[in-house]
């Protein structure tokens, strides 16, 4: 399997710009070369970014321009977090310590929106933080290795360790930490190839509760409403996975979504529509009902994105590695606020699954109405290496069958053409 990773890796690499979702998301202007790793929007004007080396940059004019701020930190940032267009947190961890220092977790914080930062490092030492979250300006929630959970209720003067009462405290890393209001909260994480973890606290993170929900841990969750809930996770091995729950957190479902690579953060435009980052795999998973289903779409430029956000149904913003900045093209909602508006999802062309695959997959597709349908499979260079159908097809579901026993390992695009409709998907052999 590690062989095959590391032959994945390299074919990822070497896959061509024509299939990046470059209709939905545009490229920026360059900011810098650190990998970024952390956006917040308070509005659709006032946002932040972080990443590598303390930095973090400010717009106040929705992206028109950006100011870098000074953090007083040279350590790589790892979570971002604004309450409203004053008030920011942000952690950074401490692994080069020499004496009087201490390995550990910076938090910087702002009252006046980054104009100035204040730095201190968090009084229990050797705890690596991943998430911090604020109610209000007083009542606020860290979180990260050893399954350790802190609240504070006078702005981050003192912390308190909460504790575990279902007696289950597995010391497996908390990832992120949310709350839907003063008492119902969430926090998710795991470890890879053991477990994936929820806690849950319904008063308001004094104490919490431990729940397992699959073999993987979750990087990122977020409240679709008070009772239902989603998150995502993965490993190497298996893939992207997600977890839903429909009861306030009571229970879980855990499902693989069958695409390489790790999601790392999750993120809705509108309640239709969805996206999630993949990190070193340079694609997006995007659902346009709901998350019913969700499709791979590739990245502008190969980008490999580690965190997106919305400011509103019409501002996004995603950023990730070698100082990429992504927006949402805002163009594609101006008719109608859906995706759906530019790519109806009555036509629709699934990813193949498996993926990879050796030696056969399968490519599922629908049409709207009857008319004459083609699904051409074509290598990196553009040469067309298979025609899979090339006939008059009523409106319906379809379902294909690739056989690559006669083709080469690598990457690999089908095309499906119908009428004005027209999309292309990227598949990977491995043998």
């Known amino acids: 399997m590690k062989k095959y990773l590391i032959i994945l890796t390299v074919l990822l690499s070497c896959a061509v710009e024509a299939v990046a979702n470059d209709d939905y998301w545009l490229i920026q202007s360059k900011q810098t070369s650190q990998n970024l790793s952390s956006c917040e929007f308070t509005d659709t004007l006032n946002g932040w970014i972080a990443g590598d080396s303390g930095l973090i940059i400010n717009t106040r004019n929705n992206g028109l321009s950006w100011e870098t701020q000074f953090t007083g930190i040279t350590n790589n940032i790892i979570e971002l977090f604004f309450l409203n267009g004053n008030i920011g947190y942000a952690l950074a961890w401490v692994l080069d310590a020499t004496p009087p220092n201490y390995y550990g977790t910076k938090i910087i914080t702002t009252k006046n929106g980054g104009q100035n930062w204040s730095v201190t490092m968090f009084p229990d030492s050797n705890v690596f933080l991943n998430t911090v979250f604020f109610r209000d300006s007083l009542n606020g929630y860290l979180a990260g290795s050893g399954g350790k959970l802190y609240y504070t209720s006078d702005g981050g003067a003192e912390w308190l360790l909460a504790p575990i009462d279902s007696g289950m405290d597995f010391g497996f890393p908390v990832n992120k930490i949310s709350f839907y209001d003063e008492n119902y909260g969430i926090g998710v994480g795991g470890a890879i190839d053991i477990a994936g973890v929820v806690w849950k606290s319904t008063n308001g993170g004094r104490s919490w509760r431990t729940i397992v929900v699959g073999p993987e841990p979750i990087n990122d969750f977020l409240f679709l409403d008070k009772n239902n809930a989603i998150g995502v996770g993965g490993d190497f091995e298996y893939g992207s996975s997600q977890i839903n729950s429909y009861n306030m957190g009571a229970n879980w479902l855990y499902e ?79 008719i109608a606020d859906d995706i759906n508006s530019v790519n109806p999802n009555n036509f629709i062309l699934h990813q193949n699954y498996p993926n990879p695959f050796n030696p056969k997959t399968v490519i599922n597709y629908e049409l709207q109405g009857t008319g004459n349908a083609k699904l051409k499979v074509f290598d990196v260079l553009g040469n067309e290496v298979a025609e899979l159908v090339n006939e008059k097809q009523n409106a319906g579901s379809y379902s294909v069958e690739f056989d690559g026993s006669g083709f080469a390992s690598g990457i690999y695009f089908y095309k499906l053409t119908a009428g004005e409709f027209s999309e292309t998907k990227r598949m990977v052999l491995l043998k």
């Open 256 to 334: 693989e979504f069958q695409v390489f690579g790790i999601a790392n953060t999750i993120s809705y435009r509108t309640p239709q529509e969805g996206w999630i980052s993949l990190g070193i795999v340079d694609s997006f998973l995007v659902t346009t009902n709901g998350g019913q289903k969700w499709d791979l779409t590739g990245t502008p430029q190969q980008s490999n994105i580690y965190d997106i956000a919305f400011s509103s149904s019409r501002n996004g913003w995603a950023v990730g590695n070698n100082g990429v900045i992504l927006k949402y093209n805002s163009e594609l909602v101006g």
